[in-house]
């Protein structure tokens, strides 16, 4: 199992979290940061950085699979879930699986451009785990953009929960516990 995280401070909590219930359940976990978080701990990537954080992330699947045998599989929360999606349907064979945290389908609350131009090339399985209160994207128009991916897909509505899946301060929290509800529909969905 390859989990990769964004490194902003907000996500940390959860992944660190999602990361130790994966390796509970046996799973090897490598939590990475992509190439422009490792230049610089602050800051929004930018698009002269995503083919160099895509290498990165191919370098980390690289990595594992010298480690571990078996399948492997990569995850991403935001931006780092983005560039695994763009990089399993230029590289369909690179993983089993992905697990994409709060997906960034737009720029938060504007309707266009979608960030779903790859979605009929992805061949790789997907599991898109999103927020409902969500300002990149609601869980209707994700529905309708997974409707795009020639792969099989699930989603996993988190109600309440923000885009770093955790509960807004305006919302009551989810219903359920992210990461055990996360680690639980991944592992039922890659079999």
Excluded: K, N, W
């Excluded at 995280?5 to 940061?33: H, M």
């Amino acid at each position: 199992m390859l989990a990769h995280g964004a490194g902003s401070d907000a996500e940390a909590p959860l992944l660190v979290t999602l990361a130790g219930a994966f390796a509970a359940r046996g799973l090897t976990v490598l939590r990475c940061d992509l190439p422009f978080r490792q230049a610089s701990r602050t800051g929004p990537p930018s698009r002269a950085t995503a083919a160099a954080d895509r290498e990165g992330l191919r370098q980390a699947v690289r990595a594992i699979r010298r480690l571990v045998p078996g399948r492997a599989f990569l995850g991403g929360h935001s931006y780092g879930g983005r560039q695994a999606s763009l990089l399993a349907a230029d590289d369909p064979t690179l993983v089993a699986a992905l697990m994409l945290l709060g997906y960034p389908l737009r720029a938060a609350r504007r309707p266009a451009p979608l960030r779903t131009e790859h979605f009929p090339r992805l061949r790789t399985p997907a599991l898109f785990v999103h927020g409902s209160r969500d300002p990149f994207g609601s869980i209707l128009e994700l529905r309708a953009a997974i409707a795009l991916i020639p792969a099989r897909t699930a989603l996993l509505p988190v109600e309440g929960a923000s885009h770093a899946l955790i509960p807004s301060r305006r919302a009551p929290p989810p219903g359920i516990d992210v990461p055990d509800a996360t680690v639980a529909a991944f592992l039922t969905f890659v079999g």
